[in-house]
């Protein structure tokens, strides 16, 4: 194993995701590389992120359960009868362009 | 995120459900992580919808406005029943020696067993989402999840790209060090 100096692992993990994603500016890419190649440790951190992003990539899709689509026209349905408080304020209803735009 | 959608569809609970009720459901499911909880969240989005479509002037394409809402009534419903404590992850979820090398690393991605226990990896990585702080749950649902990219995601959580890559990060490292227990545990348990 490497004598690490105490920031290095750590600067190493700090940056797996922009190494992974390629973003890392060419001087910090040539410092990860190097380190992974003489330091176990990170490179098992790397490798088990990278399986991270593996299963939640593969983790199952979400199931409509039966019934859903028809459940909600009955419950919107109602919830728009039921209430004239008139618009609710944390919405947002005006977004991130000026009036009139759209 | 697709822009064929014109707005008269937000005003018409029938086509907003229609074009829109699987997107909304599924983010909702993710970020719950129970149906219940999800239909919930989707009804109040619904309704939050159908009540300011009205004065909505954003984007040709409602889909951010429609996930904003979404995000917010299932981090709403998420707190009112938390089953688990949000974990801390003010600092690098990685545990370090006296020499300053990650401890406790175990590279679980070449395990031989590791098809077969999928399904235990998948609820394990499931309740490790669910203990996330709310930004860090988002930001994991929206990128690794849903495929939102970078840019859009952290607009849609009002970060820039930088504070939204830290948060995506350490999500990630917080369920890599989850599995990494797990795995620990599993072959603890197995050699007793
Ligand atoms: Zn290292």
Redesign the interface.
Known sequence: MSDCNASTCKRVADLLLQFRDGSLPAEDLAFVREHLHRCPPCVGIFDSYQEVIDVLQRLQPVRMPEGLMERMRHKVAEGASMDDEGPCEDAEPCSDEEPGEA | MSSDAP?SALLD??LL??RY??RI??LA??MTNN?ADA?DA??NT???????A???????DPM??IY??TL?EAREIHRKHKRRPAVSLDS?P?D?DE?????G??????RPDKDAM?GE??AQ??EAIDELPDGYREA?VLH??EGVPYAEAAKLLDLSLGGF?TR??RA??H??KR??QFFTAHDAKDRS
């Open positions: 707005i609970p029938e459900i229609e009720g699987e459901f599924r499911r993710r149906d239909e989707m009804q619904l309704i939050k919808i159908l009540k300011n009205g004065s909505y002037r954003g984007e040709s951010g406005w904003r809402i917010n690098l990685i370090f020499s300053n090398h990650p401890t690393v175990h590279d679980f991605s070449r999928a990896v998948d990585i499931r994991v690794d999840l890559k995506l990060h990630r490292l369920l890599r599995l990494d």
